[in-house]
C-alpha cells in the first residue's frame, strides 16, 4: 500500500485522541476554549467529539486530524497539544519497544529530515528506565531519517508514555511549545509572561468587548498582545509558518491557509479592531515597544485581519492623566506590575500595590467602564481587592503559578 493511501487509510480515515495541556490555575478557562472552538469549527466535524477533563489537562476524544490541527492552529490558552498516533499493550522488553517505534506512522507527522526531540515517561511498567526509553526512540528516529535533537534544538516533539507496560506514542501539534506565537522574535523581558498565562488570562473576564485595550508597566508586551489577539478572534499561530505540522506529508494541503481565510473573514465581521496602547516609562523599553506595536498591526493586517491602532505611552501609569482617554471607552485594563525578580524587595512591592489600589480606585470611582485584570501575590493583591471593592466587582480567587512563582489574578469589572 503506498503511503497516500496509508496516510489517508490511517491518518485521516479514523478519528483522533488529543491532550490538551494548560497552565495550573487555568483549567475550567482552557476547557470553556476548547469547547467553544470546537462549537464553531471552520470545517465541519467529521466525527462527534468528546471533551472531557483531567489533572492540568482536557483530552478531545474522536476528533478528525483536520478538526485537531484547526483546534492546535486557533487555541490561544493550550500550552501543548498532543495527538495521539500509536497505542501498543504489552510493551515489555526492548526488542517489542524497537518493534513498535520502527512500526508507528512516525514519518507521517513529522517532515521529513526534521529534528525531533523526544519526551519519556514511564510508570508502573517492566521498561522503567526512562534514559533508555529515549535513547531507543533517538534511534529508532535517526533510522527513519530523522534527527535526534534535545527540545530547545528541534522542530517537532515525539512524547512517550510507558503505563502498566502500554505503550503510548504522541506528537505535539502544531509543533514544539505551541504556546510561543513568533510575533515578538526579538522581544523579551525580564519576568515576560507566557503567552498562553496571558491568553487565558483574557479569557476570564468572558464577553467583554473593549474598544480600548490599556497594558500599563508593559515590559515587552505580551499582555496587550494576548489582549488584542483575544479580541480579534485571531489565533497566535498565523504568526509562524515553520510549525512542524505543516510541513509533515499528513497535512493535506491548503487545509492552514484555509483556515487563516474564514478566520480573517470571521474577524471582520466582528467590526472595527480596538487600539492598542501600551504605557512604559523607561525609555528603552518603550522605544522596543514602538517598533514591536508597529509591526504587529502591520502583520495581522496583511493576513486579513482589521488593522489596530497601537501606540506606546512613554508616561508614569501613577501620574499621567487618564480621564481623558478613558472617557466613552470600554476599557480593558491588563496589568503585570513589578514583583518578584522585577521588583527587587518585598516593601518596594507592597508600596507598588498599594499605588496601583489607589489608582484604579480613583479611575473607576469616577464611572470610567474598565475591566481587566492584576497579576500578584495574593498578599499585595489582598490590600488591592480591598480598595477595588468599594467601586467595581472584584474576584480574587484565582491561583496559577509563572516563573516558579504563586501568583494571584485579580479580576475587576
Request: aromatic share 8%; hydrophobic share 45%; glycine share 8%.
Amino acid at each position: 500500500m503506498s503511503d497516500e493511501k496509508r496516510i489517508k487509510r490511517l491518518v485521516h480515515g479514523r478519528p483522533h485522541r488529543l491532550l490538551v495541556r494548560f497552565a495550573r490555575g487555568f483549567g475550567d478557562i482552557c476547557r470553556e476554549e476548547i469547547e467553544a472552538l470546537l462549537a464553531t469549527p471552520v470545517e465541519s466535524a467529521k466525527f462527534p467529539t468528546k471533551v472531557t477533563g483531567e489533572a492540568n489537562a482536557v483530552v478531545v476524544e474522536e476528533i478528525s486530524y483536520r478538526g485537531a490541527l484547526e483546534l492546535a492552529w486557533r487555541s490561544l490558552t493550550a500550552r501543548e497539544i498532543l495527538l495521539e498516533i500509536e497505542r501498543v499493550p504489552k510493551i515489555t522488553n526492548r526488542s517489542m519497544l524497537d518493534k513498535a517505534l520502527a512500526e508507528a506512522t512516525l514519518a507521517f507527522h513529522f517532515p521529513p529530515g526534521s529534528a525531533v526531540a523526544v519526551r519519556a515517561r514511564s510508570t508502573s511498567s517492566r521498561l522503567y528506565h526512562e534514559g533508555m526509553i529515549r535513547e531507543r526512540a533517538d534511534m529508532a528516529l535517526v533510522a527513519a531519517g530523522f534527527k535526534a535533537a534535545k527540545t530547545a534544538d528541534a522542530e517537532a516533539l515525539l512524547d512517550i508514555r510507558m503505563a502498566k507496560d502500554e505503550l503510548l506514542l504522541s506528537v505535539a501539534v502544531p509543533g514544539v511549545e505551541a504556546f510561543r506565537r513568533g510575533y515578538k522574535p526579538e522581544m523579551s523581558g525580564e519576568a515576560s509572561v507566557r503567552e498562553d498565562l496571558a491568553a487565558a488570562a483574557c479569557r476570564v473576564l468572558g464577553a467583554f468587548k473593549p474598544s480600548l485595550i490599556l497594558n500599563p508597566f508593559a515590559g515587552s508586551g505580551t499582555l496587550g498582545a494576548e489582549a488584542l489577539l483575544w479580541s480579534l478572534g485571531a489565533p497566535g499561530a498565523i504568526f509562524r509558518d515553520d510549525w512542524a505540522a505543516l510541513r509533515a506529508p499528513a497535512c493535506p494541503d491548503k487545509t492552514v491557509a484555509n483556515f487563516a481565510l474564514k478566520l480573517a473573514e470571521r474577524s471582520r465581521e466582528r467590526g472595527p479592531a480596538p487600539r492598542l496602547r501600551f504605557i512604559e516609562k523607561d525609555a528603552a523599553a518603550a522605544g522596543a515597544l514602538r517598533k514591536f506595536g508597529s509591526a504587529l498591526a502591520d502583520s495581522l493586517a496583511a493576513k486579513g485581519y482589521p488593522k489596530p491602532e497601537i501606540d506606546v505611552a512613554e508616561q508614569d501609569f501613577f501620574t499621567w492623566d487618564l480621564e481623558p482617554m478613558l472617557r466613552d471607552e470600554r476599557t480593558m485594563l491588563v496589568v503585570n506590575p513589578p514583583y518578584g525578580v522585577r521588583i527587587g524587595n518585598r516593601k518596594s512591592a507592597q508600596k507598588t500595590y498599594r499605588m496601583l489600589g489607589d489608582r484604579l480606585t480613583e479611575v473607576l470611582g469616577k464611572g470610567a467602564a474598565v475591566s481587566g485584570f492584576i497579576f500578584g501575590f495574593q498578599e499585595d493583591l489582598a490590600a488591592v481587592a480591598k480598595q477595588l471593592a468599594k467601586v467595581a466587582k472584584v474576584d480574587a480567587e484565582r491561583k496559577f503559578v509563572h516563573g516558579g512563582l504563586d501568583l494571584t489574578l485579580l479580576v475587576f469589572s
